[in-house]
């Protein structure tokens, strides 16, 4: 069955706080990272009203991946989040979050959210997109390594001192 791609409404908003609680736990975790705030009540609901914004906001873009009748994954990008000199809002497009539910993983669900990313950027005649992923997230940076992303020399502070590394994607040299 395809895993088709659609715009999020606020009436996913539960499920799409329910898959990002649960792969960011999985993959904090796997990088060493236990802190109970990971799936406490108030972390939840603080990403909760986070993706309530994001849906509704007019500058971003979410969407839903459905597999099998169910959403097993969610897409977030927009302008670049933070200014900073090397990146152009004119050139540059930012992925915000990929999740994917964690017993989807494997399935292509990343791989197609990705795809929406490079429509985005496509459709809005944007070259570059950008990205933090956290350094201990070795799934994750294996994934967007396949997809053409490389480190561009910018790193911030994260949790258990690992830093999130920026990436870059150049269109027309992703795989």
């Not at 986070?50 to 097993?72: K, M, N, P």
Request: one cysteine or more.
């Amino acid at each position: 069955m395809p895993i088709i791609l659609r715009t999020a409404t606020t009436a996913d908003v539960d499920t799409i706080t329910d898959i990002h609680t649960l792969a960011r736990t999985a993959y904090y975790r796997a990088g060493g990272h236990s802190d109970p705030d990971l799936t406490s009540a108030e972390s939840r609901a603080a990403r909760r009203e986070a993706w309530s914004r994001a849906v509704e906001s007019a500058d971003r873009e979410a969407l839903c991946a459905i597999h099998e009748g169910e959403i097993t994954g969610v897409v977030l990008m927009g302008p670049p989040h933070d200014p900073d000199p090397d990146l152009d809002p004119a050139t540059t497009g930012q992925l915000y979050q990929i999740h994917v539910r964690p017993g989807s993983w494997g399935a292509g669900v990343g791989s197609r959210l990705h795809e929406g990313f490079v429509r985005f950027l496509r459709e809005r005649s944007l070259s570059t997109g950008v990205l933090e992923a956290w350094e201990r997230n070795s799934r994750a940076r294996a994934f967007y390594a396949r997809h053409g992303w490389r480190p561009d020399g910018h790193r911030r502070p994260g949790p258990c001192g690992a830093e999130y590394v920026r990436l870059r994607l150049e269109l027309g040299k992703e795989a």
